[in-house]
C-alpha cells in the first residue's frame, strides 16, 4: 500500500485537475504523506510530510525524452515562499520554453541536492576545510599548518552550540530566527548544559557566521546566504579584572612546587612563566631551545615566531634572570628541545590548553559540581582565574612599579597608541623600535625583582633611574 495520499478532484470537477491551492492546506498537519495539485496553475503541486514539511514542484513534459518529469521549486514558507510565490515560478519557467526548461531542472537537480544537506554535515565539512594543511605565506618554507589555525576552538563551538541545536535542519532552511533564538538561549541559560553566557553567544555567533559564509561561497552553495544577519545586539560584557594579590601570589608561586600536586612540573613551571614574561599560553607552550638566545650571557632572550603570535609578528622578549632559572629547571633532560615538553608525548610540547586545565581542574565524568582531577586553584583555596590573568597580574605589578602604560603594552605585545599622553602614529610604532628591547628589558627585569620579593627571595633593588629610563 502506498504511503502517499493524492488529494482526488472536487465533485463536479475533471479527475487530476485538482483544487486552488491555498498557503492553509500547505500548513495543515497529514497523518500519511499527501500531495496536493493546483487547479489554478496546471502542474504545480504540494507535497506534505508528516513532519509538517510542505515542499512545491512541478510537472511537466521534457521534449528530449517525451517523458513527463517533475521539478522541485521550493520549500514552503508564509514569509518568503508562499503558494502565489510557487504559481510565479511555474510561470517564469514555462515562458522560458519547455527545452530550456528541462535544462534548468536539470542544473537545478545537482544543485538540490547541495542544498538538502543538514547542519550537521556542513559543520562536519567545515571543520575538515578548516584542519587541512596548506604552507603559509610567513613561514613558506616550514611545516604545513591548518588553514584556520584556531580551528579546534571554531570546530568546538560548532559542535557545542550550533550541531545540538540546528544540526537536524537542512543548512538552506535555517532562518536569522533560528539563531537569533539559539543566542538568546545562551544568554538566558536556556541551553542544555550551559549556564548563562554572553561569551558563549558571541563563540557561538562567530562560529555560525563563519560557517555560513562558507557555504554559501559560489562552489559550494549550501545555502543562498546567511541567516546571520542583523541580529539582536548582544548584552555588553564584563570585562575579566581579576588580579592575584600578593598573598595570592606567593600561595601559588610556592603551592606550584608541592610534590603533591598532581599536574606535571613541565606544566607548572610553564604558569610560572607565563607570570614571569607576560606572554600569552599559545606564544610560550611552543618554546624550542632554537628559539632561546644567550641564556649565559647579559642579554638573555626568547624569539616566538609569527606563526605562533596573535598577530602574526616576531615577539623578541627579554628574559629576567628569574625566567632563565625555569627554563633551565625545564630543560632538565638530555636532548630535550622544547622547553615545557609533554609528559605524556616524548619530543613534543604540552598542550596549548594544558595550562587553562592544570588551574581549572577536569571535570568529573557523571556530576557536575565535583571535579575528576582538581584544579590548582581549588587545592590551593584560591579564587578561581585562568592563564590570562597572570599576564594581568603581571602587568598590574609593573604599572605599580612606576613603568608607562606604553612600555607595558609593548611586554604585552598590544598595539601602542599613546606614550605619555601623546598619541602615536601607527608608521611610528613600526619604525621606532630603537628603545623597545631595552625598556621591555627594564620592565621585565623589574617584575622578576618584585615577585622575588613577594615569594621570599632575596632581591637586587631596581633603581628608580631605571624605572624612569624604561618609562
Not at 632559572?325 to 598542550?351: D, K
Amino acid at each position: 500500500m502506498s504511503d502517499t495520499i493524492t488529494t482526488a478532484a472536487p465533485a463536479g470537477k475533471r479527475p487530476g485537475k485538482g483544487v486552488t491551492l491555498t498557503d492553509r492546506m500547505c500548513e495543515k498537519r497529514v497523518t500519511e504523506r499527501t500531495k496536493i495539485y493546483d487547479r489554478k496553475c496546471p502542474g504545480l503541486y504540494v507535497s506534505i510530510t508528516t513532519a509538517g514539511v510542505a515542499t512545491f514542484s512541478f510537472k511537466f513534459t521534457d521534449p528530449a525524452t517525451g517523458r513527463q518529469r517533475t521539478g522541485w521549486l521550493g520549500i514552503y514558507n508564509p514569509e518568503t515562499f508562499a503558494v502565489e510565490d510557487a504559481r510565479s515560478k511555474v510561470y517564469a519557467l514555462r515562458g522560458t520554453g519547455t527545452t530550456a526548461l528541462a535544462e534548468t531542472f536539470r542544473d537545478r537537480k545537482a544543485l538540490v541536492a547541495k542544498r538538502g544537506k543538514t547542519v550537521a554535515e556542513i559543520v562536519e565539512e567545515r571543520i575538515g576545510w578548516m584542519k587541512t594543511l596548506e604552507r603559509k605565506a610567513d613561514d613558506p618554507d616550514g611545516d604545513k599548518r591548518p588553514r584556520l589555525e584556531s580551528w579546534e576552538t571554531i570546530a568546538s563551538h560548532l559542535r557545542r552550540f550550533i550541531v545540538p541545536s540546528l544540526g537536524k535542519k537542512i543548512a538552506s532552511e535555517v532562518t536569522k530566527n533560528d539563531i537569533a533564538t539559539l543566542q538568546n538561549d545562551l544568554i538566558e541559560g536556556k541551553y542544555a548544559g550551559s549556564k548563562a553566557s554572553v561569551s558563549n553567544a558571541r563563540h557561538m555567533r562567530r562560529a555560525a557566521s563563519g560557517l555560513f559564509n562558507w557555504a554559501a561561497e559560489a562552489h559550494r552553495e549550501y545555502v543562498t546566504a546567511s541567516p546571520c544577519v542583523n541580529l539582536p545586539k548582544l548584552p555588553k560584557e564584563i570585562h575579566r579584572e581579576r588580579v592575584l594579590t600578593e598573598n595570592e601570589i606567593r600561595i601559588f608561586w610556592h603551592g606550584l612546587d608541592r610534590d603533591d600536586m598532581p599536574w606535571d612540573r613541565k606544566t607548572r613551571l610553564a604558569l610560572k612563566f607565563e607570570l614571569v614574561t607576560m606572554l600569552r599560553s599559545r606564544e610560550l607552550l611552543g618554546a624550542h631551545r632554537a628559539e632561546l638566545f644567550d641564556l649565559d650571557g647579559e642579554f638573555p632572550r626568547f624569539d616566538v615566531p609569527a606563526k605562533r603570535v596573535k598577530k602574526r609578528r616576531v615577539i623578541q622578549q627579554p628574559l629576567s634572570s628569574l625566567a632563565v632559572e625555569i627554563i633551565r629547571e625545564a630543560t632538565s633532560r638530555e636532548g630535550q628541545q622544547f622547553v615545557f615538553e609533554s609528559p605524556v608525548y616524548e619530543g613534543q610540547p604540552v598542550h596549548r590548553t594544558a595550562l587553562a586545565t592544570a588551574l581549572r581542574g577536569t571535570k568529573h565524568e557523571t556530576c557536575k559540581n565535583k571535579t575528576k582531577t582538581p584544579g590548582i586553584c581549588e587545592l590551593l583555596g584560591l579564587k578561581r582565574f585562568t592563564p590570562h590573568d597572570l599576564r594581568r597580574t603581571a602587568a598590574t605589578l609593573a604599572g605599580e612599579l612606576g613603568y608607562s602604560d606604553a612600555v607595558i603594552a609593548k611586554c604585552l605585545d598590544h598595539a601602542v597608541v599613546k606614550d605619555d599622553g601623546e598619541k602615536i602614529a601607527k608608521v611610528t610604532a613600526v619604525y621606532s623600535q630603537s628603545k623597545r628591547m631595552q625598556q621591555k628589558r627594564m620592565v621585565l627585569d623589574g617584575i622578576a625583582a618584585e615577585l622575588r620579593r613577594i615569594i621570599g627571595e632575596p632581591v637586587k633593588a631596581v633603581g628608580r633611574d631605571e624605572m624612569r629610563l624604561a618609562a
